[in-house]
């Protein structure tokens, strides 16, 4: 008996111990790793630029929710309880969506700082083909110069051929414009060694300015995509995040919610909305403010719309048919519409009657139900 209370004791032990060591052990699934992995970098980006502090802690938030909601839906075998996954999903996604729009951004920055760079670079190349293009100006004035001396020494000249006087001045204003000529030459020719000097720098200028050029190009287009997928991953996230507090705020309306989708569910009692009896149908106070409570929902979010259905079980038929449910459905809109306020086209009205039970017949009131399905619009 000694024994078998020992052996007891050491398995209670030993189960109370495998929750500490599950808990130690935590693996998370590879969405929430992917998560992680992209909130520890936008975080040393944020640090190394020192922006997006703010952005940074919002997607180390989301992680942490995601994180929280996956360890404490574990079962003792660490399987993750069904019904918490997609709130875990959700939370992971938002992290993940956050942390890649400041990853976006930081990418945008450092290309923004490497295109002023390079324009920088484009703009004094052009500076030094400026001088190359005076250069060559002042090569043709003094190719012209040259010219116009070379045609007073030949006309020099030829007066010479009609003078018997070697001293003349024709002479000695032959030898000045000789000596003027060759000083011409003497700087045309130094000009133009500088010139081809900076033709020969030109060239590599201009190569250097063409990647320059190619290279500003290209970042201006990865700027161009990088701007329209961080626009996209904001919109995302925004959508994500106003979806997520849709679904909170139909939690609000009561009833089981069932969802597939895009497309939510709720169900409920219909004796709770709807009173019936042989001679008249009306909606309940419970009624009357899950009408109003519809209308303001889909006002505050109009890119869904809401279809109540009503169905009916049992007997007698002329309460739980088609025609009869679909007044009741038909007066719970008008709550909606009538007193809500809610545009007609936003909620539409329907009665199954007893097509679509979901319980056996021995629960008749679990069939007698009203759903609303809200369903977001398409849109072009």
């Given at each position: 008996m000694k024994t078998l209370r020992t052996l007891g004791t050491l398995f209670a032990l030993m189960i109370c111990a495998v929750p500490a060591l599950h808990a130690a052990e935590t693996e998370f699934p590879d969405y929430i790793r992917t998560a992680q992995a992209s909130v520890g970098q936008a975080e040393a980006k944020a640090a190394q630029l020192k922006e997006y502090a703010d952005d940074a802690l919002i997607a180390r938030n989301f992680l942490r929710n995601a994180e929280a909601e996956y360890k404490n839906n574990l079962s003792w075998s660490g399987k993750l309880d069904a019904k918490a996954e997609p709130t875990v999903r959700y939370f992971a996604a938002m992290a993940q969506l956050q942390a890649s729009v400041i990853l976006s951004r930081a990418e945008k920055i450092a290309q923004e700082k490497e295109r002023g760079r390079l324009e920088a670079q484009a703009a004094q190349v052009r500076s030094r083909i400026k001088v190359f293009d005076d250069k060559n100006a002042d090569i043709a004035a003094l190719k012209t110069e040259i010219a116009k001396r070379d045609a007073a020494i030949a006309g020099l000249n030829a007066d010479l051929a009609t003078k018997t006087a070697s001293g003349s001045s024709a002479g000695q204003r032959v030898v000045e414009l000789t000596g003027e000529v060759q000083t011409l030459k003497w700087s045309l020719s130094t000009t133009e060694q500088k010139a081809a000097e900076l033709g020969t720098e030109l060239d590599r200028q201009k190569k250097g300015l063409e990647k320059a050029n190619a290279e500003v190009a290209r970042l201006k287009q990865e700027l161009a995509a990088k701007g329209a997928e961080a626009t996209q991953e904001r919109e995302q996230l925004q959508a994500l995040s106003r979806a997520r507090q849709f679904e909170l705020?139909?939690?609000?309306?009561?009833?089981?919610?069932?969802?597939?989708?895009?497309?939510?569910?709720?169900?409920?009692?219909?004796?709770?909305?709807?009173?019936?009896?042989a001679k008249s149908v009306t909606v309940t106070a419970a009624g009357e403010r899950l009408g109003l409570a519809l209308a303001e929902l889909i006002k505050s979010y109009p890119e869904y719309r809401a279809v109540v259905k009503v169905h009916g079980f049992g007997q007698p038929a002329k309460i739980e048919d088609a025609a009869a449910t679909d007044q009741m459905a038909r007066l719970l809109r008008e709550v909606a519409v009538g007193k809500g306020k809610l545009d007609p086209a936003a909620v539409e009205a329907l009665g199954v009657g007893q097509s679509e039970p979901i319980y056996p017949k021995s629960n008749p009131e679990g069939n007698r139900r009203v759903e609303i399905t809200f369903v977001k619009k398409q849109t072009n």
């Open positions: 705020e139909i939690g609000k309306l009561g009833g089981v919610i069932k969802a597939s989708g895009d497309t939510i569910i709720t169900i409920h009692a219909r004796s709770a909305l709807i009173k019936t009896s």
